[in-house]
């Protein structure tokens, strides 16, 4: 174990202040700073920020005192210096959101359940391929007893899951095994402080997932991962299967074509994901507006007067206020495809913005994986993503 404090010679709010880090792991370091009492609002991004008359009793608690120049140069060897665009913190709308690096071969990605059970042999085979990728999965946690056959577990168990996920220095990546419902529930549970102390990692999922990268874009600014889940992903074609891994494993989306039906040119960071549950978000603190952004949507078993009603809410909310541009994705078993292309058209049209539709992102065989809050880019009827 080691900690490490330099003396106390930095100046603010009329006192002077030392910094307590490690060059072990950001784990060492809060249990450390637990043990001492110290709050964790004084933690910024790679330290704790502690005042002078402290100083002693640090010490003698067994943190190590060094220079100023010796902590960040340690904490540099050990890359764990972090600078301010790298912490995870809110980001206004319309602005890019922090990348997560792509996985590597040995990377550990955590399956998580934050809302509805899925079958175990299609996660089984999910995990399996990642596995042939070099990856490490680590299974996601058994299901627990549920107040409702639509949940996987209780609220309490499910946010839990997910943030110990999110918060183990070793997993690289949350992929969720499986949507449906329930993602709603747990976000008030989060401890989004907590959360925010941890290195940036990748989430995936979509569906009813969209609650969650409204919310971790909303609060942690972080990029996300819009793509098949544990359950889906040995199912899709191989389209979708080359793309997911490009995604993970190079950093790279793939472009995702579609019709123009309104023409145009627009770019700006993704946002967005199923329609109805983008709607059910409006109102709560736990939302990214599609503001200087690229709006991407889409939906399953939903008929189009209530396609029709999502649209309207949102737009009600100022939700599209100031888009950029559309992409409709698939919206499978909706009824008649045309007369929903046509029902969203007529409620998105008159916006004003390129408009995009047909595109293969969703519940059908061919669902690519695209990167929330990655700049992207509309023009001749593609989707790209020019970084």
Same mark, same amino acid.
């Given at each position: ?6 003396? !106390? ?10 910094h307590?880090?490690?060059?072990t ?6 249990? *450390? ?40 140069s ?6 764990l210096?972090r ?17 997560p690096?792509?996985l ?21 085979a ?7 990728w070099?990856?490490?999965?680590? !299974?996601?946690a058994e299901?627990?007893?549920? !107040? ?14 997910l ?6 220095p ?8 499986r ?13 989004w ?6 290195? !940036? ?14 919310? *971790? ?37 793939v ?25 059910t ?29 999502s ?8 939700? *599209? ?26 409620r ?23 990167p ?16």
């Open positions: 174990m080691t900690v490490l404090i330099d003396p !106390p010679n930095a100046a603010g709010h009329g006192r002077l202040w030392s307590l880090a490690s060059d792991s950001y784990d060492e370091l809060h249990a *450390f700073a637990r043990g001492l009492g110290v709050p964790e609002r004084g933690f910024d991004r790679d330290h704790y920020d502690v005042p002078a008359e402290w100083y002693d009793r640090v010490v003698a608690a067994g943190a190590l005192p060094v220079s100023s120049r010796e902590l960040i340690r904490l540099r060897h050990a890359g210096r600078r301010k665009s790298e912490a995870l913190r809110p980001r206004r709308p319309g602005r890019s959101l922090l990348r690096r792509a590597r071969r040995g990377d550990v990605v955590a399956l998580v359940a934050p809302a509805g059970p899925a079958d175990g042999e299609r996660v089984e999910g995990a399996a391929l990642l596995a042939s070099g990856l490490e999965v680590r !299974p996601a299901p627990g007893t549920a !107040p409702y056959p639509w949940l996987v577990d209780h609220d309490e168990a499910r946010a839990e899951a943030a110990d996920a999110w918060r183990d070793e997993v690289a990546a949350v992929w969720c095994v949507g449906g419902f329930g993602a709603h529930r747990i976000l008030d549970l989060l401890d402080d907590a959360l925010a102390l941890a290195a !940036p990692k990748t989430l995936i999922g979509f569906s009813d997932v969209t609650a969650l990268h409204q919310a *971790f874009a909303s609060r942690l600014g972080v990029a996300t991962v819009h793509g098949p889940m544990a359950a889906s992903l040995a199912d899709r074609d191989v389209a979708t299967r080359e793309a997911f891994r490009a995604l993970l494993m190079d950093g790279e989306a472009d995702v074509r579609g019709h123009t039906v309104v023409d145009g040119e627009a770019t700006g960071p993704l946002v967005g994901g199923n329609l109805t549950v983008l709607a978000s409006s109102g709560t603190p736990l939302t990214h507006p599609a503001a200087g952004s690229i709006a991407v949507l889409e939906d399953v078993g939903e008929e189009p007067y209530r396609l029709d009603r649209v309207t809410q949102l737009l009600r909310a100022g939700w *599209f206020d100031e888009v950029r541009g559309i992409v409709l994705g698939q919206f499978t078993d909706c009824r008649d495809p045309a007369a929903v292309r046509a029902l969203l058209a007529d998105l049209g008159g916006l004003g913005v390129p408009l995009l539709a047909d595109a293969a992102v969703g519940h059908e065989d061919t669902n690519l994986a695209v929330l809050g990655v700049r992207s880019r509309i023009a001749d009827g593609v989707l790209s993503f020019p970084g």
